[in-house]
């Protein structure tokens, strides 16, 4: 095969992704409005999963099955020089058994439909190394996030794990900010094929915790 027929097999195939994208995508796969970014993540949690957390935001608060935060403790201290800590919770979607529910076309994600399928499998004909979806995702999930004064997007991690072990460079970000007040928050659900089925829900009141330098 000649470099220009090359070139052209891939113009004509670019020019075919391109109209099946503006045909089935309409804008469904475009990241939400939020721009501090995508979050950590840990356990089974996936980008398609804090999506539908971003999505949920705008809901009124619920606390009604919300978390309960072991540690940190409300008001704890930590020493600047302490290893980074691991926080745990307890919470009463934990319990929960994995739907049982068929699976209806509705529930299955855009990115998971025939449409979908035809249009990765062109991506991936023309971009090999293009990072495929996840598959959807059951279970309960855990968004955790931390103010720290003077910054303006939250420390977070999205996880389906009860703890949360920070690592370095997480733990640097808030002993930056140590002599000052920390807020943790906790939002649970429980999704189904990615989808909301319980949640979200929310700390009444987030921890305040504090990093403080060695004296």
Not at 64 to 80: D, N
Not at 172 to 196: E, F, G, M, P
């Amino acid at each position: 095969m000649t470099l220009e027929t090359r070139r052209w097999l891939w113009t004509s195939c670019a020019a075919l992704l391109l109209a099946l994208g503006t045909a089935c995508d309409g804008g469904d796969d475009a990241p939400p409005d939020d721009a501090c970014g995508e979050p950590l993540y840990a356990g089974e949690a996936t980008d398609e999963a804090w999506r539908t957390f971003v999505d949920a935001k705008s809901r009124p608060d619920d606390s009604s099955q919300a978390v309960t935060l072991v540690s940190p403790a409300p008001g704890q201290t930590y020493s600047a020089a302490d290893a980074p800590p691991t926080w745990r919770w307890t919470s009463p979607l934990a319990s929960r058994l994995p739907s049982r529910e068929p699976v209806t076309p509705a529930d299955v994600p855009p990115s998971r439909t025939p449409a979908r399928g035809m249009l990765a499998w062109l991506g991936n004909l023309l971009l090999p190394s293009a990072e495929a979806h996840l598959p959807p995702v059951t279970g309960d999930f855990y968004w955790v996030q931390v103010t720290v004064p003077g910054r303006q997007c939250p420390v977070e991690l999205l996880t389906s794990n009860m703890e949360w072990q920070l690592d370095a460079a997480t733990w640097d970000v808030l002993r930056a900010a140590a002599d000052q007040d920390l807020r943790v928050q906790v939002t649970s659900a429980y999704l189904v094929q990615n989808r909301l089925r319980e949640g979200p829900y929310r700390l009444a009141s987030p921890h305040t915790i504090r990093v403080e330098v060695a004296r």
